[in-house]
């Protein structure tokens, strides 16, 4: 059997295996792994015809669909990079992505060409524009030249450069909710062997239908397609809207595997769920922030025939951990072990290892660990560490040192060797003395049964050190008491805990580009509106 060394070999080996099985479904068309490793030759000619250099960044600025997914992998075999851009970004956001990584070449359509005009030329080292969708194309002038995505693709036979699986193929640039966003570099070997070790404990095969529902340019998005593509299974693309849609989607393509983050799972749990959808869905996967166990509970009431895994992953790794469904209910607070072909320790500020149930610093060594972040030394220098000498996996004589991720979450590790999340470093709220995470927070606050979504946060006070802040919205079709609400928090929770304030808005709250609730945006909001009113946040006790 083919195994993949290089990112497009994912595909091409599954090609060698099932030639006409469906790789992709979009809408109405489906694209068969043949011609998917066809188009990805077409494109590999066509950058190849315009000059690019190995290692040179391609910008692709799509919402889901064919297109993007064959710009994506025909990138990498190639020999250059490529660079999704979240379709949700604007302008100024996409514009400052591509000067930072100095994109040569941006793929996007022309329905959303318009929304960049003002921004390329700032663009600097931007030559190419290819754009899908036949409308008419702008004079050529200057320093850019425009390129159909059908033309691209016809272009005469011409070989990559040549790649090996420690070169780069992806910047995935985080979400920058604080400051400018920054690049994680993966090569091939981090995201091939992601594939693997996220395939192999979901037990993806080929009769497999898994559901893209989250953005590409997020890491757990575009595992679907890695995972999905290394086991030949078939991949749906969707962009949704409202979380009906995510729904309907499960029920139409018939979906095996649905990997999402917390807050789509949220809103998908207050809903009514088509019975067709149990009987097909073999398991749901959650990723980018810890599951309430409410939610849990009510997905788990409505799919009793689907395995859940609950896993921690970030950008910089990949994927870190995940909990076997039969840990489920021992444990539904873990985020399990280390995926295969990882080790993830649990280290003191010295570096040595934390003893059992002892907070320290999540670490993940192994093949998935990412090459930095892109032009930025110093950022780079805080998150990937050489490891201690003495840690586990070290022994003295190597020379050389082995670079790990340093994750900067707060961790604990129970005696049979299962972690808990404890909350991040950069988030933990210091309150009357206590360290509190907002995650703790939010997680008796979604146990109320009383809420839609929340978001915790630490705001400064003069003798608190911070308050602690919650906005909240009401369950969906209901309505929501403050007052309730504070009563419950007040009856499970220690003192230093209890909300000094609660804010009712309408949901949902904001997302960041990959999902998740923004946290920081609400906080910052909340601070500013705190400022303009001149309110004097005081502890719950005292209002």
Not at 63 to 87: D, H, M, Q, Y
Request: aromatic residues 6%.
């Amino acid at each position: 059997m083919t195994d993949a060394i290089l990112l497009p070999e994912l595909i091409s080996a599954s090609a060698s295996r099932r030639l006409d099985a469906i790789a992709l479904t979009y809408g109405t068309k489906s694209m068969s792994y043949g011609l998917l490793h066809e188009s990805i030759a077409g494109f590999v000619n066509g950058i190849i015809g315009l000059g690019l250099q190995r290692g040179e960044r391609i910008a692709i600025y799509l919402e889901k669909r064919l297109e993007t997914v064959i710009a994506s992998f025909g990138a990498t075999a190639t020999g250059c990079v490529f660079v999704p851009l979240n379709p949700l970004l604007k302008a100024d956001q996409v514009a400052y992505i591509m000067r930072d990584c100095n994109v040569r070449a941006l793929i996007t359509s022309a329905e959303r060409l318009p929304l960049l005009a003002s921004v390329l030329p700032t663009c600097h080292d931007l030559r190419h524009v290819i754009v899908v969708n036949p409308d008419p194309l702008p004079a050529s002038g200057g320093p850019l030249a425009w390129l159909h995505w059908d033309d691209l693709l016809q272009a005469s036979g011409q070989s990559g450069h040549r790649v090996i699986d420690t070169d780069m193929a992806a910047i995935l640039y985080t979400s920058g909710s604080t400051g400018k966003p920054k690049g994680v570099v993966l090569s091939h070997r981090n995201m091939v062997a992601g594939a693997k070790s996220v395939a192999s404990y979901l037990e993806n095969t080929a009769d497999d239908t898994l559901l893209a529902a989250l953005p590409l340019s997020f890491d757990a998005g575009f595992s679907q397609l890695t995972t999905g593509f290394h086991a030949g299974a078939r991949v749906v693309l969707l962009n949704y809207l409202l979380p009906q849609d995510v729904l309907k989607a499960l029920a139409r393509e018939q979906v095996t595997g649905l990997t999402a983050v917390p807050p789509l799972y949220i809103q998908l749990a207050q809903l009514e769920w088509p019975a067709a959808i149990g009987e097909r869905l073999r398991y749901f996967a959650n990723t980018g922030g810890r599951m309430p166990r409410e939610t849990l509970a009510a997905l788990r009431k409505r799919l009793p025939k689907s395995k859940p895994y609950l896993m921690y992953g970030l950008t910089e790794a990949f994927r870190s951990t995940y909990l076997p469904p039969d840990e489920v209910d021992r444990r539904p607070d873990s985020i399990g072990k280390a995926i295969p072909n990882a080790e993830i320790l649990v280290l003191r500020e010295d570096g040595s290892p934390c003893a059992a149930n002892e907070p320290g610093e999540l670490v993940h060594r192994g093949a998935l660990v990412g090459m930095g972040y892109w032009n930025d030394p110093e950022k780079t220098a805080e998150r990937y560490k050489p490891l201690p000498a003495h840690t586990p996996g070290r022994d003295a004589g190597l020379v050389l040192p082995e670079i790990a991720v340093f994750s900067g979450d707060t961790v604990r590790r129970d005696e049979e060797g299962f972690l808990y999340f404890i909350g991040r470093r950069d988030e933990m709220m210091k309150t009357s003395g206590y360290r509190v995470s907002p995650t703790e927070v939010e997680e008796v606050l979604y146990a109320t049964q009383l809420v839609g979504e929340c978001a915790a946060f630490g705001v400064d006070h003069p003798t608190l050190g911070q308050a602690i802040q919650v906005i909240v919205t009401p369950p969906q079709g209901g309505s929501l008491d403050a007052a309730q609400l504070l009563a419950e928090c007040r009856s499970r929770m220690p003192a230093y805990m209890v909300p000094a304030g609660i804010v009712v808005r309408q949901g949902p709250l904001p997302r960041n580009p990959n999902g998740k609730i923004d946290r920081k945006a609400l906080s910052g909001e909340f601070v500013a509106s705190s400022l303009e009113a001149d309110v004097d946040v005081k502890p719950a006790g005292q209002r």
